[in-house]
């Protein structure tokens, strides 16, 4: 693969794209290009990863990446790809929203070097754009019978189409010659589903500087089974800790298909042809290792929680799936490896003094139906707390001993997990 357009090619990471841009790519190894993302949460979620990725891919080869956080366009509502019309957003939403996704993209992309990286947010412009200027200088160029031809808009015909989102599709097209002109970016990318999107830019450009600049899209992913990817039975797999822990996050991708999951290295990862054919290889002679699966989960949770984030990943998924200590994690990390084992919450009394008799934990938690049950539960070495044996009926659990000081885990033989949760309700505690 001697250029970034053929590696992008290998990698399945191009749908439809300017016949001249393969040449552009190659003449100028300096080329601006950009992304835009949508501020219609506080996060960006997986969906948005390939693209994000892809902007990586262009500034790791020489190329200026620019990301624009649609802080105006998200006030109107992109109808690609929808059935029905957004509910609007109102500004402080949109603002926060915008906010906080910059700070995500400053995560991944580099802002130093001759090829730095700029976040830029289109309300800069288009919040001070009359209306007259904006039908001037940009609606002048478009016409209804063109627009009415996009997918975008055709697709939506049936069930209708406001005219605030059917003008998207020109604010987006103004931002790519905003951009022109200030940054001298010739190249959008996008999923394939904003390739009519991408066009209307290259052809203001085209129209109102004279100018050929190009477009690329990346195919949009769903799963093997045809369900649409990035969502899970808890919802959206997003890109920060607070709404997807590292672990959740590192499960997603451990849990793909093997009919995807060389597909989703070549994609998601910056993993080498020659490690991805020797994890192919592995897939087929040892598909139950998973070790493909494993690679992939790895990869892309260091690229989007850092090796910090990684490394909590895997403690708990070692704490769920291979008795590692429990005391190694967070209270976060620990109530998303457990929110599906049942809990009790027991109050803090139970722990004045000396601590809580484990024996009436293990009655609170149902794990024994007496506290007689439960010592012969632990003198037959059934009971665990926090993955490590119970070793005698006499003993207790100080406050010092939970995560964060509030919770703790019983297990009861080889998987019966039991989460204990601390209120602050007073009873006393009784005797083993």
């Not at 915008?98 to 700029?118: H, K, P, T």
């Not at 991805?276 to 790895?298: G, K, T």
């Amino acid at each position: 693969m001697t250029t970034l357009f053929d590696e992008l090619t290998w990698r399945q990471l191009i749908q439809d794209y300017t016949p001249e841009l393969p040449q552009r790519m190659a003449e100028r190894r300096d080329l601006a290009v950009y992304a835009g993302f949508d501020p219609t949460a506080p996060s960006l979620h997986v969906g948005n990863l390939l693209p994000l990725m892809t902007l990586t891919r262009f500034q790791r080869a020489g190329y200026r990446p620019l990301a624009l956080a649609g802080g105006g366009t998200g006030l109107i509502g992109d109808p690609s790809g929808k059935a029905a019309e957004r509910p609007l957003l109102d500004a402080e939403t949109i603002a926060t929203n915008v906010a906080a996704i910059e700070r995500l993209l400053s995560q991944f992309l580099d802002f130093s070097g001759s090829n730095a990286a700029r976040v830029v947010n289109n309300a800069d412009w288009l919040g001070d754009l009359s209306l007259l200027t904006f039908l001037r200088e940009t609606g002048k160029h478009f016409s209804v019978n063109l627009m009415l031809g996009k997918e975008s808009v055709r697709r939506r015909l049936e069930t209708g189409i406001s005219y605030t989102e059917f003008s998207y599709m020109l604010l987006q097209a103004r931002d790519y010659l905003e951009l022109y002109d200030r940054y001298d970016c010739a190249l959008q990318i996008g999923g394939s589903d904003q390739w009519g999107n991408i066009t209307a830019g290259i052809e203001l450009i085209r129209r109102a500087r004279g100018q050929a600049v190009h477009g690329l899209t990346i195919p949009l992913i769903t799963r093997a089974d045809g369900a649409k990817f990035g969502k899970t039975e808890q919802g959206a797999v997003w890109l920060t800790a607070d709404r997807t822990s590292p672990y959740e996050f590192y499960q997603f991708w451990f849990n793909t298909e093997d009919a995807s999951v060389i597909s989703y290295l070549k994609m998601f990862t910056f993993l080498s042809a020659e490690e991805i054919a020797a994890l192919e290889s592995a897939l087929r002679a040892e598909p139950e290792a998973r070790a493909a699966q494993r690679a992939l989960a790895a990869a892309v949770t260091a690229f989007v929680h850092g090796e910090a984030g990684l490394r909590t990943a895997l403690a708990a998924t070692n704490i769920l799936f291979g008795g590692g200590p429990i005391a190694d994690i967070d209270a976060d990390t620990l109530l998303a490896v457990f929110q599906d084992a049942p809990s009790t919450e027991v109050s803090a009394a139970l722990f004045a003094d000396s601590g809580a008799w484990l024996t009436d934990l293990a009655v609170a938690a149902k794990l024994a139906s007496s506290k007689g049950e439960a010592r012969r539960l632990i003198e037959g070495g059934g009971l665990y707390f926090n993955n490590r044996r119970v070793e005698s009926a006499q003993a207790r659990v100080t406050r010092e001993q939970l995560i964060g000081g509030r919770y703790g885990v019983l297990r009861k033989g080889a998987r019966a997990y039991h989460l204990v949760r601390l209120t602050d309700a007073r009873q006393p505690a009784s005797q083993p």
